[in-house]
DNA sequence: AGGGCCCATCGCA
DNA sequence: TGCGATGGGCCCT
């Protein structure tokens, strides 16, 4: 049963930014100018620049290049690097503000197979469209986009784990929601708990994934490397696309080696925001986590 | 160095 | 949503 509330800002802004990046990506030979995009999504163009910047603090030129395959390209020039930067939470060394700011516990083999587990969920609003959160007792599980209706969104996240018992349970899963999306909650000191709940090889890929740094990118084969199997790299991607928290565990940080943005399971344009809102935001991440980083690692002996 | 133009941004109504 | 002030960048003289 979906009520009819009004669609929340940010939901709303959301709808906005993917037509304009439907728009122009599917009309990149062409130089669509940004009011172009703006028409085609039927605002002007000052409306769009003040959604861009509620919506990830970009300006519409910043907008346009956060969105262009010059960007990603960047970002792939430093795709090795991107999974060596990171060190775990708690060791000595230089406060690096792009380090984790999650971490996770694994389920039991008894959970992985999900015999008996309940699962809470929740629709709540992000900047990527309505997102379905799903909660395990030991954490965050799952974490999908609405796209059409709910039912769809929430029978995905059933066919993932067929014989956990799904609970509805907003008031459970918002603090998950708001957790997840703003930048001001990723607090070292207070990390968000994830429940990985897939073969042991899904969560490797999926650790791996959480070193890559906000704003960054890495590579199916990086990856693959990384965790020490260099020729896995279409099974990492597999595994990858299998990752059910999306978002937090950031899938949308893995490309293909040729600039290619491959796949993404929620949509291509999906991706896309997501890498351009990290852009606008990384400055205010590095912001808010290195103070917090700055207040821990100060007193730890190096 | 100076002048003039273009254009993105942003405050304001 | 549209207007206009602002200011940076750029080319030309």
């Known amino acids: 049963m979906l009520e009819m509330e009004a669609a929340p800002p940010v939901i709303a802004d959301y709808a906005i930014v993917e037509r304009a990046i439907e728009f122009i990506s599917s009309r990149r030979r062409d130089q669509p100018s940004i009011d172009e995009a703006a028409k085609n999504a039927g605002l002007s163009l000052r ?26 390209r960047e970002l792939l020039r430093n795709s090795a ?3 060596e930067e990171a060190h775990p939470v708690g060791l000595s060394g230089p406060a690096r503000p792009r380090d984790l700011f999650a971490i996770h516990e694994t389920l039991t083999l008894r959970d992985r197979r999900s015999d008996g587990l309940v699962l809470r969920y929740g629709f709540h609003p992000s900047p990527f469209g309505e997102a379905v959160v799903v909660a395990a007792p030991q954490g965050l599980a799952g974490l999908g986009f609405v796209d059409d209706d709910r039912e769809a969104a929430l029978g995905d996240m059933r066919r993932r784990w067929p014989r956990a018992r799904f609970l509805a349970d907003a008031d459970g899963t918002g603090a998950y929601a708001r957790r997840a999306f703003d930048p001001k909650l990723w607090r070292l000191d ?21 070193r890559a740094p906000v704003g ?7 990856i693959a490397r990384k965790i020490g199997k260099p020729t ?20 949308h940080r893995a490309l293909g ?29 590095v912001e808010w986590v290195g103070a917090a980083m700055g207040k821990n690692i100060s007193s730890a002996p190096c």
């Open 190 to 210: 207070a990390p968000l708990r994830l429940a990985m709940i897939g073969s042991d090889f899904d969560v490797l890929v999926w650790e791996t994934l959480l």
């Open 232 to 251: 896995a790299a279409r099974a990492v991607g597999a595994a990858v696309g299998r990752n059910p928290i999306s978002f937090v565990v950031p899938c």
């Open 47 to 72: 409306r769009l620049e003040q959604v861009l910047e509620r919506w990830a603090r970009l300006t519409t030129t910043a907008f346009l290049q956060a969105i262009s395959v010059e960007h990603v």
């Open 81 to 83: 690097a991107a999974l």
């Open 257 to 285: 080696r040729s600039g290619a943005l491959t796949g993404y399971y929620w949509g291509l344009a999906r991706k896309q925001a997501m890498i351009a809102w990290e852009a606008g935001r990384v400055a205010e991440v």
């Open 216 to 222: 960054s990118a890495t590579t199916y084969s990086d």
